[in-house]
């Protein structure tokens, strides 16, 4: 087990210093001087000149590499070209809308999409399992951005239960920051409850196949029994796998949901830096994308030597 | 006890079984023989009420006075487990991997309510004891890919037998493992069957073990019954056309020629294979592993030679060497003279060794015709289109299969018809040498028989040398010339094979061949 977890933290580190230096280098390469654009067309080259020294720009390139890595393992992540202020304030302030949001989304993705599948499966074939597949089909084939429109169309105009969009902020209160999130949050679950649904519901099937379970039959189990203790956690094994896909997914994707809802999070923040060429605060802002996907990654591999005892021995 | 009167079962348009009778008293031992496909095993689910849910029912089998074709699931639920057990084929899949051991085995009894956590823990450990997995050794907490098969079978016998039932059902329940293995597993059962007073239904198509335990047997063929009565007296009488032909194709000894014994065509010279040991920890390894330790041997033109020892023994390594696939640590291995180095053997070199495995379905891509899968091998030996297609054809021909069937899929054809194509494979491109790996072990009795002559036919056609790995005494017996005894890693005994067979000079050997089951001589077979 140790030696499982050591080889996946050092993958984990890994994987970490190699998308640090493409993030930069992909910003180097890309067209666009930063402080000619913040100093607008007219701007003087000597002013431009003394921009590019007090941002740093003119030093060389493993320096400034340096420089941006070690910042970053300190907490800075550099001040922000348009807003002037650092961008490690810029960025936990949206965190607190878009960390909750992801973390809601996936709750109802799971909350939804894990039942939806288990009883799809053990309604093989009847009606209640076409329903579920030909509801899913639907889900996956929706964009999510059309999707939030007709909530709010349906949830916010016509019955008026929610707003629909903007953030109160956490000061207003836990329930009214959570509600204003629910909209945004059920659009952005709703595909991936689909998918995982239906990823749920094949997996369970295929285990319902195995030996086992005829076993746990003539061992005296009913057939839902045998389902929960013997099938379930054998089928949630690739579940897992599609569940933390879905995350970087989500945690990434929710720019086009941020904007339908008018919710100032990561994704109408980076959105907003790439507009206006405020490179800094794309790098870190892509950096720290990066960091919760392998983060992620590694506790998904961490969740498969909880639940599979075959992968605990394995270096 | 259990009464089956006129059970038929039916999926789709397809009767699976007709008119089943039979009845199993208290503490006997009932065995059912036959070939795969005649009902055996859906008899014994039938009788579980575990059969596929598309099938449908009818007459009776009734279990102390219910019939259980009637009873509601929730009693069915209340039946199984505990007052039947079932045991069956592959312990290698029968258990959940995520669960351990003494779970599973305590299952039995929380699931019928007859203990608490701390009770059937104990009853847990009791019992696999009682199947000789002592908890000092085998502790309750190992998980089942922790086991060997045999160990495995014995976890599943003892969650079988957990609530000490008053029927066992056991279909198959050595097939999937070695001689030694299954000769522990059926006196295991034997022993079961009498401390216990516990009826016995084994299932299984080998005629041997079905003589050396059941008190009576029920052939089985085609979804029926053929005859039914007191074991030793139905087979020695052999009243039915059909027992008869089952006894005469387990028995049959393919008409072949002793080999001349002309120039080794195959020739290892003190090979050995070592593994490095397990990782365990941060920095630490187990002790190598050797899995092939000094194994020499030769097989001559035309000659048939057998490999025999318990699984793990090596075989599959030497196998795995003698074709290039496996980088040797000393030795080395000659074919026709040549040296055959791992990752450096030419084209024309391996054209001259093929392989027929033991799942010969396993071994073809679903997707492709037979023509084009028996034609794979050319791609060692470019040859003109034109020129693959007859000798595509002539294969076919040579394995009793008409030219015409290389346009079908292999899904359309039998397990036997397979078989012939794997070895239809293996001849097209003429090798000297065929290495069978398991490749009649998979095989129904008659098939068995059929693919048997037609190696021995194609071996004096073509003057093939083949290589025999079996754990199966009986099919070396009937086509090698010598056999080689394998055990960890090392071939202890090597020499004719009657002669070894019949006096051999090693207790390893001794013990193989006394692990075989066999019909009493007395029966007359």
């Known amino acids: ?315 | 006890m259990l009464k089956v009167e006129g059970l038929s079962m039916q999926i789709g348009d397809a009767r699976i079984l007709n008119d089943v009778s039979f009845q199993i008293a208290p503490g006997e031992v009932f065995g059912v023989v036959g070939e795969s496909g005649s009902g055996k095993s859906m008899t014994a689910l039938s009788v579980m009420r575990l059969e596929p849910r598309a099938a449908r029912l009818s007459g009776r089998v009734e279990f102390e006075g219910r019939d259980l074709l009637t009873e509601p699931e929730r009693r069915l639920n209340a039946m199984r487990g505990r007052d039947v057990g079932m045991i069956f084929q592959e312990p290698m899949t029968a258990l959940n991997p995520l669960k351990t051991i003494g779970d599973q085995v305590a299952e039995t009894l929380l699931v019928h309510g007859a203990a608490d956590r701390a009770g059937a823990r104990a009853a847990a450990e009791e019992r696999l004891a009682r199947v000789g997995l002592d908890p000092a050794r085998v502790p309750l907490s190992r998980y089942p890919h922790e086991l060997s098969g045999g160990q495995r079978q014995r976890v599943c016998i003892a969650a079988a037998v957990a609530l000490r039932p008053k029927l066992l059902i056991a279909d198959e329940p050595t097939t999937a493992l070695d001689v030694t293995t299954q000769a522990q597993i059926l006196d295991l059962l034997k022993d079961l069957v009498e401390d216990e007073g516990m009826a016995l239904m084994l299932i299984t198509h080998d005629l041997a073990v079905v003589a050396g335990t059941a008190d009576r047997v029920a052939v089985m063929r085609g979804g029926a019954v053929m005859e039914q009565g007191p074991t030793e007296a139905l087979f020695r009488a052999r009243a039915h056309p059909y027992t008869a032909k089952l006894f005469a194709d387990s028995r049959h000894v393919p008409d072949r020629d002793a080999a001349s014994g002309g120039a080794p065509v195959l020739d290892v010279r003190d090979a050995v294979r070592i593994y490095p040991g397990r990782r365990g920890g941060l920095f630490g390894r187990s002790e190598p592993v050797r899995a092939v330790d000094g194994v020499s041997l030769t097989v001559a033109a035309g000659e048939s030679v057998g490999l025999v020892g318990e699984s793990g023994c090596g075989k599959s390594t030497l196998t795995r060497a003698i074709l290039g696939l496996e980088p040797l640590q000393g030795g080395a291995v000659h074919l026709d003279g040549q040296p055959v180095v791992a990752g450096r053997v030419p084209s024309d070199l391996r054209r001259r060794m093929q392989l027929v495995f033991q799942d010969p379905y396993g071994s073809f891509d679903p997707r492709q015709k037979v023509s084009r899968l028996v034609a794979e091998p050319f791609h060692l030996e470019p040859v003109s289109s034109e020129e693959r297609r007859t000798r595509v054809a002539e294969a076919l021909d040579a394995v009793g299969l008409k030219p015409e069937d290389g346009n079908r899929y292999i899904h359309e054809f039998s397990g036997g018809q397979r078989q012939r194509i794997a070895i239809a494979r293996a001849i097209v491109i003429r090798p000297s040498l065929v290495i069978l790996d398991e490749a009649v072990s998979a095989l129904d009795v008659s098939i068995r028989a059929q693919i048997l002559d037609l190696l021995a036919d194609l071996q004096r056609r073509f003057g093939l040398s083949y290589l025999f790995i079996s754990h199966d005494l009986s099919v070396v017996r009937a086509i090698t010339d010598r056999v080689l005894v394998m055990k960890a890693g090392q071939i202890v005994e090597a020499g004719e094979t009657e002669h070894v067979l019949h006096a051999p000079a090693q207790d390893y050997t001794r013990k193989l061949v006394a692990a075989v089951p066999t019909l009493p001589e007395a029966w007359g077979v």
């Not at chain 1, 061992?219 to 929960?228: F, M, N, P, Y």
């Open chain 1, 1 to 315: 087990m140790l030696c499982y977890l050591l080889s996946r933290l050092i993958s984990l580190v890994l994987s970490l210093a190699v998308a640090s230096l493409v993030i930069f280098a992909m910003l180097e390469i890309i067209p666009g001087d930063p402080a000619a654009v913040m100093l607008g067309l007219n701007a003087e080259p000597e002013a431009v000149a003394a921009l590019r020294t007090e941002l740093g720009l003119d030093l060389p390139l493993a320096q400034r590499y340096a420089a941006w890595v070690g910042g970053m393992l300190q907490g800075d992540f550099g001040t922000s070209y348009t807003y002037r202020v650092p961008v490690a304030d810029l960025i936990s302030a949206r965190l607190g809308v878009s960390l909750p949001l992801t973390l809601y989304a996936i709750f109802l993705s799971t909350a939804l999409a894990i039942p939806l599948g288990v009883w799809a499966a053990s309604r093989h074939g009847r009606p209640a399992d076409l329903a579920i597949m030909g509801v899913t089909q639907l889900g996956i084939a929706v964009p999510n951005f059309w999707f939030a429109m007709i909530l709010v169309l349906i949830f916010a105009i016509r019955l008026g239960w929610f707003a629909s969009g903007g953030f109160p902020g956490w000061d207003a209160g836990l329930f009214a920051g959570l509600k204003a999130l629910t909209l945004p949050a059920l659009a952005l679950a709703l595909l991936q409850a689909s998918i995982l649904a239906r990823v749920m519901r094949s997996s369970l099937l295929e285990t319902l196949h195995r030996d086992y379970i005829r076993t746990a039959r003539a061992k005296g189990l009913s057939r839902s029994r045998a389902i929960l203790h013997h099938a379930f956690r054998n089928a949630l094994i690739p579940v897992m796998t599609i569940l933390g896909m879905q995350v970087s997914v989500l945690i990434a994707g929710a720019i086009v949901v941020e904007n339908v809802f008018f919710l100032p999070g990561l994704g109408r923040l980076i959105f907003q830096a790439v507009t206006q060429r405020d490179l800094i605060v794309v790098e870190a802002v892509v950096m720290l994308l990066v960091f919760a996907v392998v983060v992620v990654n590694f506790l998904v591999d961490l969740a498969y030597a909880v639940v599979d005892p075959r992968l605990r021995r394995r270096a």
